[in-house]
């Protein structure tokens, strides 16, 4: 009984992912996404990610622009001590999206360690 309602979990698990976008499923842009979502509505600059998530600056601005082109992720410029400097903020739109991504892996996490 166990091992068919583990059974029916990961079938509905599988059918839950194909409205998930596929091209975030990296492990830095997961880490990204849930490190600025977690801001809740504010931004973080290049170089607080960069300290944060201790990526080469190569990892960190490819997938910075990857997520920015696919619209998750805006660009905006701040002003700190007299420079300006890039900041990322998640959209509003995205937001939503980014919830059903971190649920879905949850309940994948919870199965594949069953």
């Known amino acids: ?19 998930l976008n596929s091209k975030v499923f990296s492990l830095t842009r997961l880490q990204l996404l849930a490190n600025i979502a977690s801001l809740e509505g504010e931004s973080a600059t290049y170089r607080e990610l960069k300290a944060g998530l201790e990526l080469s600056d190569g990892a960190l601005f490819s ?25 990322y903020k998640i959209t509003q739109e995205v937001l939503e999206e980014w919830r059903q991504v971190r649920d879905w892996l949850r309940k994948f996490v919870e199965i594949g360690g069953e």
């Open 1 to 19: 009984e166990g091992e068919e309602a583990h059974s029916t979990d990961f079938v509905s698990l599988v059918h839950e992912s194909k409205v």
């Open 63 to 87: 997938n910075l622009k990857v997520l920015e082109k696919m619209g998750y992720l805006k660009l905006e410029k701040v002003r700190f001590e007299g420079k300006e400097l890039d900041a």
